[in-house]
């Protein structure tokens, strides 16, 4: 439905000229739910702008639904007004000067993809009630909280029926525990419209819950595009590893196809090919896979609880092992106090081994 | 250089943004060009020539004039903040009751002509006629009045209860910027209050003040109305009267190389001064970011002292305003001028009212109209063009732009009006008669009106989140759509006000009207002008009267309109 290709976009600063996006390729399948993960400034949202062509890209080519809607190459551009999508902006974006009701239905009367007078107004209806603001109609948009703001702003970007919806961080602005809300009613009001979904977020917990697939970018480039389970199992590299979820890193050097030395002694894990025996890689293991018991275990390596941080549904503990400090995330009831002597496992199957660049 | 683009197209706005861009290059350059020249300019009869400056400089009277303009800015600026800053900080930092009554009047001083002014002035405290001087000589038996306002220093005086309302706003800005906690820190921070006020306040305040300093000097150095009012029939010269009567000699043919030559001076005198505001506004910035948002400043109360504030705002009123502006509405019922009195009151008639040329006044009230219909609509056109390729593109281009926009705001319009007119005289006259039209006016004011505007309007797009327009074209509306539909409502409440102030500055202008005006194309305030400079007293005080009334509900109109932004964003 969406097809990028070879997409490049440079911004000139008071530094000379930015390789914002450099050149990435990306195709979002119909009704796909596609999640573009990455700090600020990663080119996330300029691959969006360009897709619904408010930015023109350097280089490269964009088509939405088969049709060449910009070619740097080429010369064809299609203006926003013209392609098939509906946006839903950071900001909301909601017009002040006019009500609930009139948001909605500009794009229906003075935009590219009008209809017919008669049908202006059950459409508009439909999609207030999708968002569920039925009954909102005539107040003013500022008068609304921001939660409500952002669900105009959603019937807006679906009102006209687009092939491709657009999402520029949308819930960044909500506090907490609305963006849990709304983040299941996103996923709710795309799959129920099917419609094609490009969502731009920082935040890694929207992007593994809400994407069908997830690409985490850095600095302009694609580092990995995989489903949310692959992002947070299988990170290719260290910097998906920081950035999605937590981990552990230690230093180590590579033993040989099964071992690593480090800090923690010798550790039996899978080496990925190509590091040779002597390479400098870097371990990572998550917190919640970390075993941890009171005393010591035969079985286990023995650890001292340092401090730990109660979160409610977890503890974390920070664990002296040797020589190496290591974030422990004991589930459910576990009391573990400072000063405690555990029991550490570290399992073989969740190591990761990133090579060192 | 890349040109400020959307979507890869250059924008249809660029040509109206470049316009009064090229002609404020046009005004400035016909000035440099002629004062290369002697002989009848724009024939085979002109030659270049460093002559203009050789006569220039070595004309003594040249010094003597550059003498009383100095005196005369330096004292207008004394005047001005020595009123205005005080007031300023009473509305920012004290409990004074009755600020908007403050701001009514400081508003009504900035759109209240300075030459209407002047003229009261002269009546005040003219050598000869002031009354002022002759009550002294009757009762001290005195020869001579002692009071002279046409010197520099009277001069300057006047000027400066003009520009007063110029320091205030200027001022205020900052006032309330400053955040008081920066000062609370350094007290908390075991600092005196005198320490505080000389380490902290001072040098916080410093460079706003700084700013209004240069900014008023450069209006004071390019001041025409009250010099030419009150100065001129005293034979005292500043810059900006030695320049008119080189440009309009009374008993000679005109020599405009000469005229160039002295306005090339002044130019660069203007340009140095700008470059000095700018590095000064800079810095002012800077502090102001250290400032942030999110506090309340705290007021000080003034307690017994409101009276005092009051009587010495009070007193300014009266003084800038109420009296001048009644001598010169009894002058226009009086048979002769002369001080107010019981005898004179049994004289007053609509006498001077026959006196007066009707179908020159009918005819200047059609132009001022004329222009200030045409004026702010095409300033906003401009004004609506800049903004939005400086604020809402990324383009290195729109620095120039905004450069361009803010150069006629410290470059005097008294330039601009002489490089408009030898434009009209040398370079256009075979090709677009320009020359004697309104339009000519038009232009000069449309030039000289677009730093606010542009300002005005770059503050108000800034507040409207480009994303609201982007919503627009992502829901499918054209620009043209996008912009009637989403930006144009947005903008409504700034675009008038600046419609509205624009409109009373153009009906208050009187310098630009004098240099351009002719029998076809005079302005109100240019009949006033003509009348004074004949020494129709009495005639031009009715003038001035009518154009008293006909102000009145011009300001209701901005009293409902816009007051708010436009006194934010001056």
């Known amino acids: ?58 280089g490269g080519s964009i088509e939405i639904d088969g049709e060449l ?35 909605v239905v500009l794009p229906l009367t003075e935009g590219q993809r009008r209809i017919p007078r008669s049908e202006v107004r059950e459409r508009a209806l439909e999609a207030l009630r999708l968002v569920r603001l039925d009954g909102l109609e005539e107040r003013p948009v500022t008068d609304l909280s921001g ?86 199992s299988e990170p290719p590299n260290l910097f998906v590893a920081r950035f999605v979820g937590e981990m552990n890193f230690l230093p180590a050097r590579v033993v040989d196809a099964g071992r690593v030395e480090s800090g923690l002694g010798t550790i039996k894990c899978a080496v990925p090919p190509g590091c040779a025996p002597g390479a400098a890689v870097t371990l990572g293991i998550r917190p919640e896979h970390i075993g941890i018991a009171m005393g010591e275990s035969p079985a286990g390596m023995r650890g001292q609880v340092l401090r730990q941080t109660y979160l409610g549904d977890a503890l974390h503990c920070q664990v002296q092992v040797g020589e190496v400090e290591l974030t422990v995330k004991a589930v459910g009831d576990a009391e573990y106090g400072r000063g405690d002597t555990v029991a550490i496992s570290l399992p073989e199957k969740n190591w990761h081994v990133f090579p060192e660049t | 250089m890349r040109l400020p683009r959307l979507n890869g197209q250059v924008s249809p706005l660029l040509p109206i943004a470049l316009a009064p861009m090229g002609l404020v290059t046009v005004f400035i350059l016909v000035i440099v060009w002629v004062s290369f020249q002697t002989g009848t300019l724009g024939t085979a009869h002109s030659t270049y020539t460093l002559e203009n400056y050789r006569d220039v400089l070595g004309d003594s009277e040249i010094y003597g004039v550059v003498w009383n303009t100095l005196w005369f800015a330096c004292s207008t600026v004394f005047f001005a903040l020595i009123i205005g800053l005080p007031i300023a900080w009473l509305t920012e930092r004290t409990t004074i009751p009755g600020k908007p009554a403050i701001y009514v009047i400081m508003t009504l001083g900035l759109l209240i002509p300075g030459i209407f002014v002047a003229m009261g002035w002269t009546f005040i405290a003219h050598p000869r006629i002031g009354f002022i001087n002759r009550w002294l000589v009757d009762l001290l038996a005195l020869d001579d009045g002692p009071i002279n306002i046409a010197t520099p220093l009277g001069m300057g005086f006047v000027q400066g209860l003009n520009l007063a309302p110029l320091a205030f706003i200027l001022t205020t800005q900052m006032f309330r910027a400053m955040n008081p906690m920066l000062e609370e820190a350094a007290r908390t921070a075991g600092m005196s209050a005198a320490a505080t006020l000389r380490r902290v306040t001072l040098p916080l305040a410093g460079p706003a003040i700084l700013a209004a300093v240069i900014y008023i000097f450069i209006v004071g150095i390019a001041t025409f109305d009250v010099p030419a009012v009150i100065g001129l029939g005293n034979r005292v010269y500043l810059f900006s009267t030695y320049l008119f009567t080189l440009t309009f000699p009374e008993d000679m043919e005109p020599r405009y190389g000469i005229t160039g030559a002295v306005g090339v001076l002044m130019i660069l005198v203007a340009l140095a001064l700008t470059a000095w505001y700018g590095r000064v506004l800079q810095k002012g ?51 002769y001028v002369a001080p107010p009195s019981l005898e004179m009151w049994e004289q007053l008639s609509l006498n001077n009212f026959y006196n007066v040329n009707w179908e020159l006044v009918w005819r200047g009230m059609k132009h001022t109209l004329i222009l200030m219909l045409v004026v702010p609509v095409l300033a906003l056109v401009c004004a609506f063009a800049i903004s939005w390729l400086v604020v809402r593109t990324r383009s290195r281009g729109r620095y120039a732009l905004e450069f361009g926009a803010f150069l006629p705001h410290t470059v005097p319009e008294l330039l601009f009006a002489i490089g408009a007119l030898l434009v009209a005289l040398f370079v256009l006259k075979d090709y677009v008669p320009l020359y004697g039209t309104v339009w000519l006016i038009a232009l000069v004011y449309l030039v000289t009106r677009l730093p606010f505007a542009t300002r005005a309007l770059n503050g108000a797009l800034l507040q409207i989140h480009k994303e609201l327009e982007e919503a627009a074209y992502v829901s499918g509306l054209t620009m043209l759509r996008a912009n009637r539909r989403v930006l144009l409502p947005l903008l409504r409440p700034t675009l008038m006000s600046v419609w509205i102030w624009t409109a009373l500055l153009v009906y208050r202008e009187v310098t630009v009207a004098v240099f351009l005006a002719t029998e076809s194309n005079i302005t109100l305030t240019a009949v006033v002008w003509s009348y004074w400079a004949a020494a129709g007293m009495t005639e031009a005080s009715v003038v001035t009267t009518l154009m008293i009334l006909f102000f009145s509900p011009l300001l209701l109109l901005f009293w409902i309109f816009g007051r708010r932004s436009a006194l934010a964003e001056q």
Request: glycine residues 8%.
């Open chain 2, 285 to 335: 910035n800077r502090y102001q970011v250290i400032t942030g948002k999110g506090y309340r400043p705290k007021m000080l109360d003034l307690g017994g002292w409101n009276w005092a504030a009051w009587a010495m705002i009070g007193f300014y009123a009266v003084l800038s305003k109420l009296v001048p502006i009644a001598l010169v509405g009894f002058i226009a019922f009086a048979p």
């Open chain 1, 69 to 103: 809607v910009d070619s740097a190459a080429g010369g064809a551009y299609v203006p926003p007004e013209r392609r098939d999508i509906g946006m839903v902006f950071q900001s909301y974006a909601v017009w002040p000067h006019l009500n609930v009701f009139q948001n």
């Open chain 1, 147 to 232: 939660g409500q703001q952002q669900r105009v702003a959603l019937a807006r970007a679906v009102v006209t029926r687009p092939k491709v919806l657009l999402m520029d961080e949308p819930l960044s602005n909500l506090d907490a525990r609305l963006r849990d809300q709304m983040r299941d009613e996103l996923r709710r009001i795309a799959e129920s419209v099917n419609v094609t979904s490009l969502y731009v977020t920082h935040d890694q917990a929207e992007a593994l819950s809400l994407g069908d697939r997830v690409c985490v970018m850095n600095e302009g480039e694609i580092l990995q595009l995989a489903t949310p389970k692959e992002v947070y």
């Open chain 1, 1 to 58: 439905m969406i097809s990028i290709r070879k997409l490049e976009k440079i911004f000139d600063s008071a530094r000379g000229p930015v390789r914002a996006v450099g050149g990435i390729d990306l195709e979002v399948a119909q009704g796909e739910f596609m999640v573009l993960l990455g700090p600020s400034g990663c080119g996330k949202t300029t691959t969006l702008r360009c897709v619904a062509g408010l930015e023109r890209p350097e």
